[in-house]
């Protein structure tokens, strides 16, 4: 009967040893991921024409047009690109410019 005891207590611990490490990933990690994630979601939803922008590749810009997917950015006088809306990551008011 000892034996059976001995047995199972090690693989009981161990599970309880995995739940709590997937507990600590999701809450330190995954979870405050995901929150970041939604709040740089709404920043991109609130952006309106004529808001300064920064791009992730480094490119600073003016919105000129906004559609599903992408932005219109003016770089300068009378030159644009079009923009993927995930690529917008920052105000350039934000940054201090």
Same mark, same amino acid.
């Given at each position: 009967?000892? /034996?059976? +005891?001995? #047995?199972? $207590?090690?693989? $009981?611990s161990? +599970?309880? &040893?995995?739940?709590?490490?997937? =507990?600590?990933?999701y809450?330190?990690m /995954?979870?405050?991921?995901?929150k970041?994630q939604?709040?740089? %979601?709404? #920043?991109r939803?609130?952006? %309106?024409?004529?808001?300064r922008?920064i791009?992730?590749g480094?490119?600073? $810009?003016?919105?000129?047009?906004i559609?599903?997917?992408? &932005? /219109? +950015?003016?770089?300068?006088?009378?030159?644009?690109?079009?923009?993927d809306k #995930?690529?917008?990551?920052?105000? =350039?008011?934000?940054?201090g410019?």
């Amino acid at each position: 009967m000892n /034996i059976l +005891l001995q #047995a199972g $207590g090690p693989m $009981g611990s161990s +599970l309880i &040893f995995m739940v709590a490490i997937i =507990a600590i990933f999701y809450f330190f990690m /995954i979870r405050p991921q995901q929150k970041k994630q939604k709040q740089i %979601q709404k #920043a991109r939803e609130a952006m %309106q024409i004529g808001d300064r922008v920064i791009t992730s590749g480094g490119i600073h $810009g003016r919105i000129r047009e906004i559609h599903d997917a992408y &932005f /219109i +950015l003016e770089v300068s006088r009378d030159v644009t690109i079009k923009v993927d809306k #995930a690529s917008v990551f920052a105000s =350039a008011t934000d940054v201090g410019n």
